[in-house]
């Protein structure tokens, strides 16, 4: 069994600011993690993914997570907010096979 | 670049009625799966194929049957449409076998709309 927690469906950051947006999971074997984004009127893209290895990840736009096996966490961050990242943001897990299970969302805005 | 193509962007039918959602991919890709998206409960698996007419239950396959004859198209049919399957549909694909996991390609989705 597997499943993700996002924290907060909504955050909001002013421009220049961090972003960090939440993601729990939990997973019977280890897993794979990812982030994906999904602009308006668009279907999602991948961010970043975590398999093996490096447990810090970069991913496109200045993105990058990292993976805490002791606390089952693979937090979204980034240093400085563009207008451009208003979006909303997904977690998503799988265990190997292919299924993903995704989390509820996380619609951030970016405040001028 | 991977295409994935969702026929309808917009949907509206009635309730009762029998709905395809068709999906194309461009990249010879062996998976392919389908999504509902709804507000405040993220994207839910409906079913998923990991070959040509071969098919998976995902998490919420009630009221929905699949079908994939060639390798490149997954239709998602509504035997008989209810509001409640009113949602955003997502169609996705993605390269095969079992490890290491890719990622996966989306179509912009299709709104439907049942009345």
């Known amino acids: 069994a597997q499943s993700v927690t996002q924290l907060g469906s909504h955050v909001s950051v002013s421009e220049g600011a961090l972003v960090l947006l939440r993601c729990n999971y939990s997973s019977s074997v280890p897993p794979y993690l990812f982030w994906y984004v999904q602009y308006p009127n668009q279907g999602l893209q991948l961010l970043l993914k975590y398999t093996t290895g490096a447990t810090l990840v970069k991913g496109i736009n200045g993105f990058e997570a990292e993976f805490k096996k002791s606390e089952t966490s693979f937090h979204l961050t980034k240093p400085s907010a563009h207008m451009s990242d208003a979006a909303e943001y997904f977690c998503?897990?799988?265990?190997?096979?292919?299924?993903?299970?995704f989390g509820i969302g996380t619609k951030l805005q970016v405040i001028p | 670049d991977v295409k994935v193509t969702q026929s309808s962007r917009y949907l509206v039918k009635r309730t009762g009625e029998k709905v395809f959602l068709e999906c194309v991919q461009d990249m010879d890709h062996e998976n392919m799966f389908w999504y509902r998206q709804d507000p405040g409960l993220g994207l839910r698996l409906i079913y998923f194929s990991y070959d040509v007419k071969m098919k998976e239950k995902g998490d919420i396959p009630e009221g929905y049957s699949v079908s994939r004859e060639k390798k490149e198209r997954f239709s998602l049919i509504l035997e008989s449409a209810s509001t409640n399957q009113t949602s955003m549909y997502l169609c996705?694909?993605?390269?095969?076998?079992?490890?290491?996991?890719?990622?996966?390609?989306f179509g912009s989705g299709t709104q439907l709309s049942v009345l």
């Open positions: 996705a694909s993605t390269t095969g076998g079992l490890l290491p996991f890719e990622k996966l390609f």
């Open positions: 998503a897990v799988s265990g190997g096979y292919q299924k993903v299970t």
